[in-house]
């Protein structure tokens, strides 16, 4: 399956009704697993997997622009994937851009190589 | 036979005996030297705990482990080693050595004797009955809690000894729910620390303590007590406080002078070398002492003399207990009578207070029901302070706070820590909190009575500032439990939304939103705005997530009762979806575990049962035994009964996950003792119910709210609990937390005692009752279409569907 490429690295997401406001959900983009966030504070995408025990940060609890792991409550930045309150690996974050009509488009950062889970 | 010296290869101290007195050795001991080995042999298969707290056991069923002195960890830290289930069997203090009951020899270079004391059993008939119990270990207290229990309100408990213990042990029967009377030999109770007008007032006090004075029993029988006089008391249960007895056994055996107690000197040497006696074993200027500021007194000389500094001698104590008798609060230092004294009494408020002098100078004080300056009042009896007025000094010591206390008054009369200590803590060694003076001092962290007082000095030292953290719902914010639902109430807030945008919590860390959505949802009684992004993932599909993503099913089995047509559809269910495990739980019903979210809706449409909130803070599951349908020792219906309860509070969230029980008999198979709310059959449609027990992380078994006649009431109590708990109780705080923060009389008054708090809390349950919904059945109306599934994989058909008109505002 090949992904909509509008710009060189710009993919195709989902539409915006697609997320529960608040929440976040899974997408397949690439092969790799991102989670989409639809907060007050805007739309972010980061990777999927909580790189401690590979928890779907999707289903955590999203807050402005942190979300918490559903798992063991690793929390993270939403806009940069930077670790809140603990000194784990950071997860990649991606740009995401929203347009009018309503569709949400993602730029995938590098894959970000983790050391084994801790 | 082995020669096992101390850590190290060297000779050290042995202390014999871990109680208090042992323990304090010990600590003593490291405070001045490191490195000597040191030993404590405890008979008793258990570290050190505090018995004077022991009492806790009996009314709320502490654990021994609950009331340890010192954790595990401080004995590897401090290189103590403990022997633990050992006895000292002989010393040879000759040779210096010490040899166990399994024959293994200790070298010592000093040997501690802390041997403690027996109760005093008096020799009269029936003694050895086995209804007839002392009140001195753990195991007593056991024995005596449930012998209460099971006897109830139906039968009668007497305790031989109005003394401190005898007291308290009364205490803790009455609290069992069953009546008890104190027989008494002399004409007050508590005749060495109280005069006659505080103890007549006590009396009044223990209205529902029956008392009998003037008693001298000659029997003890299995109908319960015969007097010198003739007269009997029915009891089905009796307790024996009437004094210690020293145990010098092991002392005398040894070679050392005994009299009531093992002889000892200011420095608490025994006539053998390098021998010591401590606590209520030792008899010290013709007295035993049996409380614990003098014995702790002892062992800081003992180590002393031990570290070879003499100057540091026990001279005696002036004994001061503190304490409450049934919830009153009494004082007593020195001496109850003198050659002059100033008394205020009054009958109506049950206040006494009490100053006694000896040729002008203080000698004593009784406080009973109001303890208002009772550190100034011990600080005059210590110094033995001229007092020309002493009605002056009794009424200005009512005045006397923190602020008006010498440094030199003694605040911690366990850890003899002074008023001073603590000041300097906040304000040399930046103590911050009530905790960490604590911490720093050991002020409070003996008996705990003086705590309130040393949490008012520290505020006193940091000029009012320091008040510690109470428990907040949202960290970032620092807002409690009680000030948002205070906010929510008086703005109408129903959703966690606009309690965010008003206080801002939920917004920063997202950690609190869950905390706020049970509370909206409380407070609005579950007539609020649901919003799921305030939900854990478990409350937002229904079922409890795994390590890889999937989740579990638990449907609702109420009392663990089910049929073969549900166990039929199960079966199918867990075939058809290729369910990975299908395991039987602890709380009588079945898991279907390895769901993936997008199956979950199929899932439980195909079982066809409501959803068992395995998943959820909110009442779980009731477990049932077999009751008395089928078992031959069932009393009665704890089957049906748990199906009923379970049924009744269906849905209903709740601060922390509810787990209940109910027991047909007294052999528990429900296991109702260790849930959060449990009913035990005790016969005649009688159930003892029982609250804020646990097994879990940590065990608490649960404590005896009431007894009550009949099933309907039972379920009544438990409801009117379960709501009170719902309103009261911290996010997350299980029962077993709860319960013992707030107390049992507090939740009694609540619960049991003011009918009208009593029935609001059993409306308000109803209204949240009423607005349950069945959670599964939003497999049929989802609260947003891709509830139970993530994105499509974007492929080349998703650019078709670029035209979607507006942005969707999201779910409801």
Same mark, same amino acid.
């Given at each position: 399956?090949?992904?909509?490429?509008?710009?060189?690295? &710009?993919?195709?997401?989902?539409?915006?009704?697609?997320?529960?406001?608040?929440?976040?959900?899974?997408?397949?983009?690439?092969?790799?697993?991102?989670?989409?966030?639809?907060?007050?504070?805007?739309?972010?995408?980061?990777?999927?997997?909580?790189? *401690?025990?590979?928890?779907? &940060?999707?289903?955590?609890?999203?807050?402005?622009?942190?979300?918490?792991?559903?798992? *063991?409550?690793?929390?993270?930045? &939403?806009?940069?994937?930077?670790?809140?309150?603990?000194?784990?690996?950071?997860?990649?974050? *991606?740009?995401?851009?929203?347009?009018?009509?309503?569709?949400?488009?993602?730029?995938?950062?590098?894959?970000?190589?983790?050391?084994?889970?801790? | 036979?082995?020669?096992?010296?101390?850590? $190290? /290869?060297?000779?050290?101290?042995?202390?014999?005996?871990?109680?208090?007195?042992?323990?304090?050795?010990? @600590?003593?001991?490291?405070?001045?030297?490191?490195? %000597?080995?040191?030993?404590?042999?405890?008979?008793?298969?258990?570290?050190?705990?505090?018995?004077?707290?022991?009492?806790?056991?009996?009314?709320?069923?502490?654990?021994?482990?609950?009331?340890?002195?010192?954790?595990?960890?401080?004995?590897?830290?401090?290189?103590?080693?403990?022997?633990?289930?050992?006895?000292?069997?002989?010393?040879?203090?000759?040779?210096?050595?010490?040899?166990?009951?399994? /024959?293994?020899?200790?070298?010592?270079?000093?040997?501690?004797?802390? %041997?403690?004391? $027996?109760?005093?059993?008096?020799?009269?008939?029936?003694?050895?009955?086995?209804?007839?119990?002392?009140?001195?270990?753990?195991?007593?207290?056991?024995?005596?809690?449930?012998?209460?229990?099971?006897?109830?309100?139906?039968?009668?408990?007497?305790?031989?000894?109005?003394?401190?213990?005898?007291?308290?042990?009364?205490?803790?029967?009455?609290?069992?729910?069953?009546?008890?009377?104190?027989?008494?030999?002399?004409?007050?109770?508590?005749?060495?620390?109280?005069?006659?007008?505080?103890?007549?007032?006590?009396?009044?006090?223990?209205?529902?303590?029956?008392?009998?004075?003037?008693? #001298?029993?000659? @029997?003890?029988? %299995?109908?319960?007590?015969?007097?010198?006089?003739?007269?009997?008391?029915?009891?089905?249960?009796?307790?024996?406080?009437?004094?210690?007895?020293?145990?010098?056994?092991?002392?005398?055996?040894?070679?050392?002078?005994?009299?009531?107690?093992?002889?000892?000197?200011?420095?608490?040497?025994?006539?053998?070398?390098?021998?010591?006696?401590?606590?209520?074993?030792?008899?010290?200027?013709?007295?035993?002492?049996?409380?614990?500021?003098?014995?702790?007194?002892?062992?800081?000389?003992?180590?002393?003399?031990?570290?070879?500094?003499?100057?540091?001698?026990?001279? /005696?104590?002036?004994?001061?207990?503190?304490?409450?008798?049934?919830?009153?609060?009494?004082?007593?230092?020195?001496?109850?009578?003198?050659?002059?004294?100033?008394?205020?009494?009054?009958?109506?408020?049950?206040?006494?207070?009490?100053?006694?002098?000896?040729?002008?100078?203080?000698?004593?004080?009784?406080?009973?029901?109001?303890?208002?300056?009772?550190?100034?009042?011990?600080?005059?009896?210590?110094?033995?302070?001229?007092?020309?007025?002493?009605?002056?000094?009794?009424?200005?010591?009512?005045?006397?706070?923190?602020? @008006?206390?010498?440094?030199?008054?003694?605040?911690?009369?366990?850890?003899?820590?002074?008023?001073?200590?603590?000041?300097?803590?906040?304000?040399?060694?930046?103590?911050?909190?009530?905790? !960490?003076?604590?911490?720093?001092?050991?002020?409070?962290?003996?008996?705990?009575?003086?705590?309130?007082?040393?949490?008012?000095?520290?505020?006193?030292?940091?000029?009012?500032?320091?008040?510690?953290?109470?428990?907040?719902?949202?960290?970032?914010?620092?807002?409690?439990?009680?000030?948002?639902?205070?906010?929510?109430?008086?703005?109408?807030? @129903?959703?966690?939304?606009?309690? #965010?945008?008003?206080?801002?919590?939920?917004?920063?860390?997202?950690?609190?939103?869950?905390?706020?959505?049970?509370?909206?949802?409380?407070?609005?009684?579950?007539?609020?705005?649901?919003?799921?992004?305030?939900?854990?993932?478990?409350?937002?599909?229904?079922?409890?997530?795994?390590?890889?993503?999937?989740?579990?099913?638990?449907?609702?089995?109420?009392?663990?009762?089910?049929?073969?047509?549900?166990?039929?559809?199960?079966?199918?269910?867990?075939?058809?979806?290729?369910?990975?495990?299908?395991?039987?739980?602890?709380?009588?019903?079945?898991?279907?575990?390895?769901?993936?979210?997008?199956?979950?809706?199929?899932?439980?449409? /195909?079982?066809?049962?409501?959803?068992?909130?395995?998943?959820?803070?909110?009442?779980?599951?009731?477990?049932?035994?077999?009751?008395?349908?089928?078992?031959?020792?069932?009393?009665?219906?704890?089957?049906?009964?748990?199906?009923?309860?379970?049924?009744?509070?269906?849905?209903?969230?709740?601060?922390?996950?509810?787990?209940?029980?109910? #027991?047909?008999?007294?052999?528990?198979?429900?296991?109702?003792?260790?849930?959060?709310?449990?009913?035990?059959?005790?016969?005649?449609?009688?159930?003892?119910?029982?609250?804020?027990?646990?097994?879990?992380?940590?065990?608490?078994?649960?404590?005896?709210?009431?007894?009550?006649?009949?099933?309907?009431?039972?379920?009544?109590?438990?409801?009117?609990?379960?709501?009170?708990?719902?309103?009261?109780? !911290?996010?997350?705080?299980?029962?077993?937390?709860?319960?013992?923060?707030?107390?049992?009389?507090?939740?009694?008054?609540?619960?049991? !005692?003011?009918?009208? #708090?009593?029935?609001?809390?059993?409306?308000?349950?109803?209204?949240?009752?009423?607005?349950?919904?069945?959670?599964?059945?939003?497999?049929?109306?989802?609260?947003?279409?891709?509830?139970?599934?993530?994105?499509?994989?974007?492929?080349?058909?998703?650019?078709?569907?670029?035209?979607?008109?507006?942005?969707?505002?999201?779910?409801?």
């Amino acid at each position: 399956m090949t992904p909509t490429t509008l710009q060189p690295a &710009l993919t195709f997401a989902c539409h915006a009704g697609d997320v529960p406001s608040g929440e976040g959900r899974a997408v397949t983009i690439d092969g790799r697993r991102i989670a989409i966030f639809r907060t007050a504070a805007g739309w972010f995408a980061i990777d999927q997997a909580c790189p *401690h025990a590979g928890g779907p &940060l999707a289903d955590g609890i999203a807050a402005d622009c942190s979300v918490i792991c559903p798992l *063991h409550e690793r929390r993270f930045a &939403l806009d940069t994937g930077a670790p809140i309150g603990h000194d784990g690996p950071a997860v990649a974050a *991606h740009r995401v851009e929203v347009r009018d009509d309503g569709r949400v488009f993602v730029e995938l950062a590098p894959v970000v190589e983790l050391p084994a889970a801790a | 036979m082995t020669i096992t010296e101390n850590r $190290n /290869g060297a000779r050290g101290v042995v202390v014999v005996g871990g109680g208090i007195a042992g323990l304090a050795v010990c @600590e003593a001991l490291r405070e001045r030297d490191t490195l %000597t080995p040191i030993t404590l042999v405890c008979a008793e298969p258990r570290l050190p705990y505090d018995r004077v707290r022991l009492s806790e056991i009996l009314v709320s069923g502490a654990t021994c482990e609950s009331l340890e002195l010192r954790p595990q960890e401080w004995f590897a830290d401090h290189h103590v080693t403990p022997l633990l289930g050992r006895r000292v069997h002989t010393v040879d203090a000759d040779a210096h050595t010490a040899t166990l009951d399994d /024959g293994t020899q200790l070298a010592y270079t000093q040997l501690v004797l802390a %041997t403690g004391s $027996n109760p005093l059993l008096p020799p009269i008939p029936g003694i050895d009955l086995d209804h007839v119990h002392p009140f001195r270990g753990p195991e007593d207290c056991d024995a005596i809690r449930e012998a209460a229990a099971r006897i109830g309100s139906t039968g009668r408990a007497a305790v031989i000894g109005g003394g401190l213990l005898g007291l308290e042990a009364a205490r803790g029967i009455a609290s069992q729910g069953c009546p008890v009377t104190v027989v008494h030999l002399t004409d007050r109770l508590m005749e060495r620390q109280l005069d006659g007008g505080s103890a007549g007032m006590l009396q009044d006090a223990l209205a529902d303590t029956d008392v009998q004075l003037n008693r #001298s029993t000659r @029997e003890i029988t %299995t109908q319960g007590l015969t007097f010198a006089d003739g007269d009997t008391l029915d009891a089905q249960l009796v307790v024996v406080s009437i004094g210690i007895k020293s145990e010098t056994t092991l002392g005398r055996a040894a070679g050392c002078e005994t009299n009531r107690g093992i002889v000892v000197d200011d420095a608490l040497r025994t006539n053998l070398p390098d021998v010591y006696a401590v606590g209520e074993c030792a008899e010290h200027r013709g007295m035993v002492w049996g409380l614990v500021a003098p014995i702790l007194e002892q062992a800081r000389a003992c180590a002393a003399a031990i570290a070879g500094d003499l100057t540091a001698a026990y001279e /005696g104590s002036i004994p001061a207990t503190k304490l409450k008798v049934a919830g009153i609060d009494l004082y007593t230092v020195g001496d109850a009578e003198g050659d002059a004294q100033a008394v205020t009494a009054d009958a109506t408020t049950g206040v006494y207070r009490k100053l006694v002098l000896k040729e002008g100078r203080a000698a004593g004080a009784i406080l009973l029901g109001d303890l208002r300056g009772s550190e100034a009042l011990a600080t005059m009896v210590r110094k033995r302070a001229e007092v020309p007025d002493p009605l002056d000094a009794l009424v200005a010591s009512l005045e006397a706070g923190p602020a @008006e206390m010498a440094d030199d008054t003694q605040v911690c009369n366990c850890n003899g820590v002074c008023k001073g200590d603590i000041m300097r803590a906040v304000t040399d060694e930046g103590a911050a909190t009530p905790r !960490e003076a604590m911490a720093m001092t050991r002020a409070g962290m003996g008996c705990g009575s003086c705590k309130p007082l040393v949490i008012d000095i520290v505020q006193l030292a940091a000029g009012g500032e320091v008040v510690d953290e109470p428990a907040y719902l949202c960290p970032c914010k620092k807002q409690t439990r009680e000030q948002l639902a205070d906010e929510i109430r008086a703005n109408g807030y @129903e959703s966690v939304s606009q309690v #965010s945008e008003a206080c801002g919590t939920g917004r920063d860390c997202g950690a609190c939103k869950p905390a706020l959505a049970y509370l909206v949802s409380e407070v609005n009684a579950n007539r609020h705005r649901e919003e799921r992004h305030a939900r854990y993932i478990n409350d937002r599909v229904h079922g409890n997530i795994q390590k890889d993503g999937t989740f579990s099913v638990v449907p609702r089995m109420a009392g663990g009762v089910t049929t073969p047509s549900e166990l039929r559809r199960i079966a199918d269910v867990a075939e058809k979806y290729e369910i990975p495990l299908v395991k039987v739980t602890g709380g009588q019903r079945i898991d279907l575990l390895g769901v993936s979210k997008e199956d979950l809706p199929k899932v439980w449409e /195909g079982l066809g049962m409501p959803s068992g909130y395995a998943y959820a803070k909110a009442v779980r599951t009731v477990k049932t035994c077999v009751g008395a349908d089928f078992c031959r020792f069932g009393l009665a219906d704890s089957m049906g009964l748990g199906v009923e309860i379970e049924k009744a509070w269906e849905g209903l969230h709740t601060p922390a996950k509810v787990k209940g029980g109910v #027991s047909g008999c007294a052999r528990n198979c429900a296991e109702a003792t260790i849930k959060d709310i449990g009913l035990v059959a005790v016969g005649d449609d009688r159930w003892q119910v029982r609250v804020g027990g646990a097994a879990g992380g940590n065990v608490r078994e649960a404590d005896v709210l009431c007894t009550v006649d009949s099933r309907k009431e039972a379920l009544r109590v438990c409801t009117t609990f379960l709501q009170l708990y719902r309103e009261e109780a !911290e996010y997350k705080e299980r029962t077993y937390d709860w319960v013992p923060k707030v107390g049992l009389d507090y939740i009694r008054a609540r619960v049991l !005692e003011d009918e009208a #708090s009593a029935e609001a809390l059993r409306e308000r349950f109803r209204l949240a009752k009423a607005a349950t919904v069945d959670p599964w059945l939003e497999r049929a109306e989802p609260y947003h279409p891709n509830q139970f599934t993530d994105l499509a994989e974007p492929g080349d058909a998703m650019r078709e569907l670029d035209v979607v008109g507006p942005p969707a505002t999201g779910g409801r």
